[in-house]
Structures are given as C-alpha cells and as structure tokens.
C-alpha cells in the first residue's frame, strides 16, 4: 500500500445518496464491493469481530489464485447476511474510514447491497412486512399479552415450530414478552405534573420511550421517571412510533426516512420550547443521532433533533459532573456484569453508563465489552440465529457465573440474548436477571 497507514482525524461519515441511480447500479456496486473487500482482504484486523469477515476471507483464501479477482460476485451475498449492522468494525477497529483516502465505510457497503440486491428488487416479504412492524406487534402484543407471551414461549414447543417454518422465526429463540400495560398507558394513567415544578437547575427533557421500552419492558421508563423526578428535572415522555432501526437492518431505507420525517415534526415542537431529548435504548439514540441524517442529509429539522439528543447514561453522566445530582445509596445488585452495547459504542460517547453507575457506593462492576450477537431480528431469525448465538456466547465468558450477578446492558435485546445463552451454558443451575443501567440507579433510591 503506497498510502498512509492509518487516519488520524476522528471518523466522518458520509450521506447514503440511495435515491440516485449509481447507488443501486449493479456493476458499480459491484466495483466498490471489490475495492473494499481488496483492503480488508490486505489489512484483516477485523477477523474475529463477526462472521462477515471470517466469510469474506475464506472466500478469497479458498479461490483458484488466492486473490479477490477469482471470487464470483454472487457469493458476496454470504457476506452481507453476516452483518448485523453492529457498526464495530467501522468504530472501532478500521484505520481506514473517512478522511483517510480510502473511504471504507463497511456496514453502509453492507446497507447499500441490501438495499439494491433486495429491498429495490423485491421489497419486504409480507412476513417481515408484520415481523419488522414493531408497532403493530406491539400493539396486538400488548392487548393479548398473556395469552401470547404464554403462546410463543419456547416451552410451546409445537407453536413454535410452525412458526419457525411459517415465519422464519428460530424455534430456540426467546421472544421478547409483552406487557399489557405498555408505558404509553402507565404513563397517561398516572401522569406526573410538571405544572408548578420550575425543576431546580431548569432543565427540561422529553424522553423518547422506544418501541421495545413502551411494549416489552415499560419499568425502564418508569425507573427514568424515578430519577428525573428526583433530580427536579422536568419530564415529559413521547412515542409517536418505532424509530425504524428494524426496517433499517434491513435495508428499507424509504420507510426509515419516512419515519424519521413524521417523527422529528412530533419531536421539533419540543425542542424548539427549549427541551433536550432523551433515549432509552442505545440503537434508537443512533438512528435520531446519526443514521437519520444520513438517509435524509438536506433535511435541516433533522440536523436540530439530533443536536438536541441524548442516550439517558449520557445525559445523566454529563449533567452530574458539573451539577449536584442525586445518587442513592442503597445498592441492592451489588454484582453487575455491564454489556456495552455495539451502538451505544457506534455513538463515540465512551462508557457513560460505566460512569454513571460508579456513582453508587460499593458497586461490584465488570464490563462486558463484546457484541453479544442478538443484532435484532438477526438474533431470532432461523437462518442468523446459531450466529447470534454462537457470539453470544464469546460473550458471556466475560459474565460471572455467582448467583448474585445481574446482567445489566442499555440494550434489552442484548441482556435478554445474554442471560439466555449464560443461563444454558450453565444448565440453568443459576438464573441470572438482566437489568437496564438506570434501573440499578432507581433502585439506589430504595428506602431513602
Ligand atoms: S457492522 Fe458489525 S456485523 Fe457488520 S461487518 Fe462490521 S463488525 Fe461485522
Ligand atoms: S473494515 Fe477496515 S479494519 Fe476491518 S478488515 Fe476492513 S479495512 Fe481492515
Ligand atoms: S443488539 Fe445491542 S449489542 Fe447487538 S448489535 Fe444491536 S445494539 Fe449492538
């Protein structure tokens, strides 16, 4: 390589021009395929990252001459169906993503195949039309939940059979359970009066509640309610919809910005009175945040919604170490195994709910830094989810085993992958829960 080794700005990424032709012209598709896929093939740091790579380079290694030239495009497919989008490659280990010249930006080159090879041919099959709809599961999900939640476990194991072969969804995989009261209702019942409450250091937030928060695990919301209220921070909560990180896995990138334009008119209001928004869940702080703006670069309300975003870890972080925020005492979890998730990493704002957490005295932390496979609908797919679980479980060697642990992760779906996988490796001898960060802050408060 006749180029510099390595860049040194700070990474930069560009806008995905999907509508225009060349994005989706085979034959320069193709072209840039090889010409990324020749560098990682001469640099290979990310062999062990996920299976995109290891496919990658057994393709090349086991061709006539050695060399990327004797693949046959066609099996390049392999190596997009292995990437979950986790982003690791391009934020933590690539030397070379923009500025540096060579301008590898590997999980978009990804995002455009599967734009152009699928989505742009064929469009969502009817069942990921529904799968990947997570408000409407969500919404029948949680007015049947009971009934469901029992349907779907994989005790069930008839029912999921047939939905393996009807749905494509693996008969191993665990569901994520309803509740039938979603956030959304909890919140509306029990509204919390900000009216009268200035909020001593007058900040004002709105917490965007996400899909996977409003219908599968409401107490996070309800723990950040908890302590906002007690720092004096106003709150208000919104859902208007999914953000569309699901449709963006994969690859409908129209329907992402159409989500993105109903939302950010719901969210500009508030922003424009003066309020910061915050994130539950790391995936959906970096669809608002960044991928967002990169499907729909000319809009400018999209621009001013993700300066004025926020992962809730961040936030807190951020806000205490220059303001008297109040941490409670009484750590009840005192063993957490704390999984960083792969998208609060794609954020590039370090460890914050690490920074968080050793605010509460005498906490036993151990950081997980692996991606723990799950990936979305990657990690319940038929096809994908011996993967999921195959890294999943590179990943939970890192979780201790002692009946006092908690897995505590800002991303649900990877806890929840976690404690499954964990739990099996240790034949269920001990039954390890799963936490989100700011619930173990919430519980501190307990009996104060
Ligand atoms: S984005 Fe993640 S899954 Fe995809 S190639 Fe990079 S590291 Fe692998
Ligand atoms: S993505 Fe970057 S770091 Fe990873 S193998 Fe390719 S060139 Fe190397
Ligand atoms: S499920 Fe969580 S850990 Fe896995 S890729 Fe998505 S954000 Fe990362």
Redesign the pocket.
């Known amino acids: 390589m006749s180029s510099k080794e390595g860049g040194l700005g700070a990474p930069i990424r560009h806008p995905l021009y999907w509508k225009e032709e060349s994005f989706t012209d085979t034959s320069q598709l193709d072209t840039e395929m090889r010409r990324v896929f020749d560098v990682c093939h001469s640099c290979r740091r990310?062999f062990n990252?996920?299976d995109?790579?290891p496919r990658l380079f057994d393709l090349i290694d086991d061709s006539d001459s050695g060399e990327l030239e004797s693949v046959n495009s066609a099996n390049f497919k392999s190596v997009e169906e292995?990437?979950?989008?986790?982003?690791?490659?391009?934020l933590s280990k690539c030397p070379y993503v923009p500025p540096h010249e060579f301008n590898i930006d590997?999980?978009h080159l990804?995002l455009r195949y599967r734009y152009s090879q699928k989505i742009k041919k064929t469009g969502l099959s009817l069942v990921n039309k529904i799968m990947l709809n997570t408000d409407l599961t969500g919404k029948i999900g949680s007015y049947f939940a009971p009934i469901l939640n029992w349907l779907f476990s994989k005790k069930n194991k008839l029912v999921r059979k047939f939905l393996q072969i009807s749905a494509g969804i693996h008969k191993e995989a665990k569901l994520p359970e309803f509740h039938w009261k979603t956030f959304n209702k909890l919140f509306n019942k029990y509204r919390y009066k900000n009216q009268n409450r200035l909020g001593i250091h007058k900040r004002k937030v709105l917490v965007y509640t996400t899909c996977f928060v409003n219908y599968n695990m409401p107490s996070v919301a309800s723990a950040a309610l908890t302590v906002l209220q007690k720092n004096n921070i106003i709150v208000e909560f919104i859902y208007p919809e999914c953000c569309g990180m699901p449709k963006l896995e994969a690859g409908d990138l129209q329907s992402v910005v159409s989500k993105a334009r109903r939302i950010s008119n719901k969210l500009l209001p508030w922003v424009d009175k003066g309020y910061e928004i915050l994130t539950l869940t790391p995936s959906c702080g970096l669809m608002i945040k960044s991928e967002w703006q990169l499907l729909d670069p000319d809009n400018k309300k999209l621009k001013k919604i993700s300066s004025a975003t926020k992962d809730i870890c961040e936030y807190i972080s951020e806000f205490s170490k220059d303001n008297d925020f109040i941490f409670g005492k009484n750590n009840i979890k005192k063993n957490i195994s704390l999984h960083i998730a792969c998208h609060t990493k794609a954020q590039n704002i370090g460890i914050k709910s690490a920074d968080m957490l050793r605010n509460i005295p005498d906490l036993n932390i151990n950081i997980v830094d692996k991606c723990s496979g799950h990936g979305g609908s990657f990690g319940v797919k038929k096809n994908t989810y011996p993967l999921a679980k195959k890294y999943g479980k590179i990943a939970s060697r890192k979780i201790s085993s002692s009946e006092d642990t908690v897995i505590v992760s800002e991303c649900p779906l990877a806890a929840q992958h976690l404690r499954e996988v964990k739990n099996e490796t240790n034949n269920n001898k001990t039954i390890l829960n799963t936490y989100h960060p700011i619930e173990i802050l919430a519980e501190s408060y307990t009996d104060e």
Request: aromatic letters at 18%; glycine letters at 0%; proline letters at 6%.
């Open positions: 990310c990252l996920c995109s790579f292995a990437c979950t989008l986790c982003d690791l490659c391009f590997f999980p990804m």
